[in-house]
């Protein structure tokens, strides 16, 4: 970053303003958007305007329509876009030595996916929480409907620092910030010595407790403190490595979890390969070598299907990190389906209803037998029906395939890498399917980012199936978590773990009584589906 900041100052003197005006085709006035300047090897972020906000990890800048930036005389390209939705532009300029030049670039939508219900979030928000006009401008420069910042991480409060009246604020009627929302993060250390990163939207006060420590209490604690306070609350994990999530999760606290987090960057992906600051690694895995390639998104995918098979029922989500990585708002996200007009309330029901998918680019729509993702259907294993799966997959980007994926295990795949389209790729994938057990069944796309060439996707919620009102119980995956938290109690036991020996018995105990609940869940499998 300071190489490019040098690089521009040396060319200032013989800069000049370019103007330029931004607006969605086929309407009037100003349409708010993401922009930079690339001058030769310089990406310029910083305009002149002082209603734009740069954002310097990502090297770009909102505003709420149009702006004005000093750029070197003659040719430069802006670059210009909004959101998941729209058709990026990057249009080249030839800029006048005068300071005349005028741009108007107008941004055509792809797909209008609120006009079908389907409302964007980026559930990982650490930029502008005390600034309600910039997190504004954000929610529609980004097209973001709905954008929970965290006005507290890692910071144990008794109230927030905002007033009740403008805890929820619109942009327009379909863009809208919260901010009663925080980030409990404890990270770091050697393979499962993290707690964790827990997220909580939507509480009346936050997550308060007196005494804390950088690993006590563990987060399943804090997260039953934050369902005592309201079980409408919406609780997530950025990824499910985090070591104690194991154990938040056997607690039943858990909502959802992120499949495109925050370590999908436009240009690469991060911490790909051996994970990193305490999550649980891949010894305990029953191939470890089998994840050399492409760990981080195999695993992520991994763990979350090894919880729904122990019968936990976890939304897909996907959020960003903007204001930590560098990515702008939205570039990880959620959509959920809402009936009616779209409001933070209705947005975490949703989200708890498994009515989701999460995309770091496709738009990925399913249904079973006309039901949205997160529907339960409950069979008799005499006379069983087929049940119907549809997908719609739209994308403006090349797709390398569409996957149907029960129980952990893909069952149908249609692949799509080099199929040729111009503007939009639209793919119908169907399947008829009978449950032969208690499960579940998601679809998903990947794709390869253009930069690194590392696995992207968009993912969705499961549809859960219910076969004679038995449980969903996979002994493999239950025994996977045991092998988990046996790891997280020799951490525990280590010397300097926590502070004294009642925390580290406190601890133990959760951890054991989590041991238990997935040793229950192996039972069942045995006992029930005969494992």
């Given at each position: 970053m300071a190489v490019?900041?040098?690089?521009?100052?040396?060319?200032?003197?013989?800069?000049?303003?370019?103007?330029?005006?931004?607006?969605?085709k086929g309407k009037d006035g100003p349409l708010p958007c993401r922009a930079w300047v690339q001058a030769g090897d310089d990406r310029l972020f910083e305009p002149i305007s002082p209603d734009a906000t740069?954002?310097?990890?990502?090297?770009s800048f909102s505003c709420d329509g149009s702006f004005d930036i000093k750029v070197p005389a003659g040719q430069v390209t802006v670059h210009v876009e909004r959101g998941k939705e729209y058709y990026p532009v990057d249009r080249v300029v030839d800029v006048a030595e005068d300071g005349s030049t005028q741009v108007d670039i107008k941004l055509e939508r792809w797909i209008d996916m609120a006009a079908d219900g389907w409302y964007s979030a980026d559930l990982h928000v650490h930029f502008g929480s005390d600034k309600l006009d910039v997190l504004k401008q954000l929610a529609l420069a980004d097209d973001v409907n709905w954008v929970p910042a965290f006005s507290y991480w890692n910071q144990f409060e008794k109230d927030w620092p905002h007033s009740p009246e403008n805890e929820h604020v619109f942009a327009d009627p379909t863009h809208f910030v919260s901010r009663a929302n925080e980030e409990i993060e404890r990270i770091g250390g050697g393979p499962f010595e993290s707690v964790g990163a827990l997220f909580i939207f939507g509480l009346p006060k936050p997550?308060?407790?007196?005494?804390?420590?950088?690993?006590?209490?563990?987060?399943a604690?804090?997260?039953?403190?934050?369902?005592?306070?309201?079980?409408?609350?919406?609780?997530?994990?950025?990824?499910?490595?985090?070591?104690?999530?194991?154990?938040?999760?056997?607690?039943?606290?858990?909502?959802?979890?992120?499949?495109?987090?925050?370590?999908?960057?436009?240009?690469?992906?991060?911490?790909?390969?051996?994970l990193c600051c305490g999550m649980a690694s891949s010894v305990i895995e029953e191939e470890p070598e089998r994840y050399a390639e492409e760990e981080l998104f195999h695993r992520t995918n991994g763990v979350y299907y090894r919880w729904l098979n122990c019968g936990f029922r976890l939304a897909a989500t996907g959020g960003s990190a903007i204001g930590v990585m560098a990515v702008p708002l939205g570039y990880n996200r959620t959509y959920a389906y809402i009936s009616g007009e779209p409001t933070p309330e209705k947005y975490i029901e949703a989200v708890r209803d498994g009515r989701t998918f999460a995309t770091s680019g496709p738009m990925l729509r399913t249904k079973a037998d006309d039901m949205l993702p997160g529907a339960t259907i409950r069979f008799k294993s005499r006379g069983?029906?087929?049940?119907?799966?549809?997908?719609?997959?739209?994308?403006?980007?090349?797709?390398?395939?569409?996957?149907?994926?029960?129980?952990?295990?893909?069952?149908?795949?249609?692949?799509?890498?080099?199929?040729?389209?111009e503007g939009v790729l639209r793919e119908q994938f169907n399947m008829n399917f009978r449950p032969q057990r208690s499960g579940w069944l998601l679809c998903?796309?990947?794709?390869?980012?253009?930069?690194?060439?590392?696995?992207?996707?968009?993912?969705?919620?499961?549809?859960?199936?219910?076969?004679?009102?038995?449980?969903?119980?996979?002994?493999?995956?239950?025994?996977?978590?045991?092998?988990?938290?046996?790891?997280l109690l020799k951490v525990a036991a280590k010397p300097d773990r926590y502070e004294n020996e009642e925390q580290r018995r406190e601890a133990i105990k959760l951890f054991n009584e989590a041991r238990q609940v997935y040793t229950n869940i192996a039972n069942d499998a045995t006992r029930i589906w005969g494992d």
């Open positions: 490019l900041f040098i690089s521009v100052q040396c060319i200032a003197a013989e800069q000049v303003v370019l103007r330029v005006a931004v607006t969605e740069p954002y310097a990890k990502d090297r997550v308060y407790v007196e005494k804390h420590t950088h690993t006590f209490p563990p987060d604690v804090l997260a039953g403190i934050a369902k005592k306070m309201d079980r409408k609350c919406l609780i997530d994990t950025d990824k499910p490595l985090w070591a104690e999530n194991v154990v938040t999760m056997a607690m039943g606290h858990f909502d959802s979890v992120q499949v495109c987090h925050n370590h999908y960057h436009r240009e690469q992906t991060i911490h790909d390969a051996g069983l029906a087929a049940i119907k799966i549809e997908t719609v997959l739209e994308s403006i980007e090349p797709i390398e395939s569409i996957e149907y994926v029960l129980n952990g295990v893909v069952v149908r795949r249609s692949m799509l890498r080099g199929k040729k389209f998903r796309a990947t794709y390869r980012n253009p930069h690194d060439g590392k696995l992207r996707q968009a993912h969705t919620s499961p549809f859960y199936f219910e076969v004679d009102r038995k449980p969903t119980a996979f002994r493999k995956d239950a025994e996977y978590m045991i092998r988990w938290i046996d790891e």
